[in-house]
């Protein structure tokens, strides 16, 4: 729908379309375990998380000596979540269980399809697109009343995952995965046909602009250039519901941890979870969060508030710029706050997201914050997580989620016991 479209029309498109229930779940908090996480979860407005989720396991597929699960949760508001479960096939022991959180990337038709190998990928692994056949329950907007979208992940693969499908990627390493759409990205994406008046005259531009150059935006091109728009509509309805962007990703966050705690073959003592970029700075909020998190990984999100001004500013979405949270301290103080008992951040000196100095500035705070349980590691790279850089993720979580080692309890000697 054009601004010419609406207004013709008698009515006014809603802002909120799939998340009219929104404000109702937004009323109840969620409740943290520890002061340091209840005063985090209060200021990012972090809803209610609905305890013992029930999934529906859709399908199953085995490749590359993976089992891969298509899950679907329904949270208390909004479309149902779709999430991949990858773990190795064969295996008998109980694993450690990652959850793999998806980057921003500026691409909201799909979400944690970027990082699984699923059949489609070898279907079309030499394709631009999809071939535009009817919706599939396995695609991005294949919703019941979606519009087929079309773009398959393997883009976004190679321009920042180094070509790699990570969740597939650490499932054959040992791990259970559990890779999630959260809150505005993939089957957790807002409704934006008709497009509400505040975007449709964002998109109306863009769209002349390409246009003008001959250049046809494919369907989910059009969705990833109106959900860009709409983010400022998604975070001002949150501030009116007294919650947040970040916070009600967090929510999302949690519920996934809450079933990857929940799935057979998880060892729910030894679990953690990783993310670069937008996925980095779910992870540390997650940490900061549950202290069900034992270790995590975060890739190219690491600075200090300080170094964003003012260069830096429109180079991050809402996920970082949470209104009230520098009262909690600086970023990397998000991760002092944590329980878990070891973080690696690592830093792309070559990011033109993040100045160097900033990064540098965070890296000596968390030293200083949490000396015996932070690791630190620069690559000249710019604003990827490479193969090696995975590489070094999936080893120091592999260490970092070892068996906690069993206490033996022994018999008082009753010659040493008082009678």
């Known amino acids: 729908m054009t601004t010419v479209d609406m207004a013709a029309s008698p009515t006014r498109p809603s802002a909120l379309a799939g998340y009219e229930d929104w404000p109702d779940q937004a009323k109840h908090r969620f409740t943290a375990d520890s002061v340091e996480a209840r005063h985090l979860a209060e ?98 907007g294949g919703a019941a009343g979606s519009p087929a979208m079309g773009l398959p992940p393997l883009d976004i693969r190679a321009k920042l995952y180094g070509g790699r499908a990570l969740a597939t990627c650490l499932a054959q390493q040992g791990f259970a995965v559990l890779a999630h759409d959260t809150f505005m990205w993939g089957s957790r994406r807002f409704g934006l046909d008709p497009l509400p008046c505040r975007t449709a005259n964002a998109v109306d531009g863009l769209q ?122 600086d970023w990397p103080d998000l991760a002092v706050r944590s329980t878990a008992e070891r973080v690696l951040v690592q830093y792309a000196l070559a990011d033109l997201l993040f100045p160097e100095q900033g990064m540098r500035d965070a890296h000596q705070h968390l030293l200083k914050g949490m000396p015996a349980r932070y690791t630190g590691s620069f690559w000249q790279e710019p604003h990827v997580f490479t193969q090696a850089m995975q590489d070094e993720a999936a080893a120091f979580l592999a260490s970092a989620l070892q068996p906690r080692q069993a206490t033996t309890t022994h018999a008082p000697d009753p010659a040493r016991t008082a009678s």
């Not at 991949?84 to 694993?95: D, Y």
């Open 43 to 140: 200021t990012l407005g972090v809803p209610a998380v609905t305890p013992d989720l029930e999934y529906t396991v859709l399908s199953e597929s085995e490749h590359d000596g993976v089992i891969t699960s298509h899950l679907q949760w329904q949270l208390g508001f909004g479309p149902a979540t779709s999430a991949w479960f990858a773990r190795p096939a064969g295996a008998t022991a109980p694993l450690p269980g990652l959850l793999a959180l998806h980057c921003h990337g500026g691409i909201k038709a799909y979400g944690a399809e970027r990082l699984v190998r699923l059949p489609h990928d070898f279907e079309h692994r030499d394709a631009k697109h999809y071939d535009g056949g009817a919706p599939s329950s396995d695609r991005p």
């Open 208 to 329: 002349a602009l390409r246009r003008e150059a001959g250049v046809e935006l494919s369907a989910a091109e059009q969705y990833d250039a109106a959900a860009a728009a709409h983010e400022e509509t998604v975070a001002k309805a949150a501030t009116l519901l007294g919650t947040s962007v970040a916070g009600t990703v967090a929510h999302d966050d949690l519920a996934a941890l809450g079933v990857l705690a929940s799935l057979p073959g998880v060892d729910a003592d030894r679990l953690g979870c990783l993310g670069f970029s937008g996925g980095g700075g779910r992870a540390m909020v997650l940490g900061a969060l549950s202290p069900l998190i034992r270790s995590y990984v975060v890739t190219c999100m690491m600075t200090t508030f300080e170094a964003l001004l003012p260069a830096y500013l429109d180079a991050h979405s809402w996920l970082l710029h949470s209104p009230g949270l520098a009262s909690l301290g």
